[in-house]
């Protein structure tokens, strides 16, 4: 049977570490990098994929358009 499990890439370029992704994601799927970008932001990064329900919040909010969810098959 065809199951499908959600996946998330975060260009972590546009990434600005605002926030919003990590506070609107009912999960605690998303949480942030060790490391500081070039442009002195901790990125985004996912940490608990496999809680992820692919509901799209954290796309949606995302104000730089730097997440995408995705339902791919497993
Ligand atoms: S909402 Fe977008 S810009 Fe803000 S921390 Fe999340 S991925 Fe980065
Ligand atoms: S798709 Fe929904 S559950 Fe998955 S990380 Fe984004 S907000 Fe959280």
């Given amino acids: 049977m065809r199951s499908l499990v959600a996946h998330i890439e975060i260009n972590q ?43 799209i919040m954290c796309e949606l909010m995302c104000p730089d358009l730097a997440i995408t969810v995705e339902k791919v098959e497993k």
């Fill in 13 to 55: 370029a546009w990434c600005k570490g605002c926030q919003i992704c990590v506070e609107i994601c009912s999960r605690g799927v998303l949480g942030y990098a060790t490391d500081v970008s070039d442009k002195g932001f901790r990125p985004i990064i996912v940490e608990k994929i496999e809680d992820c329900t692919g509901c």
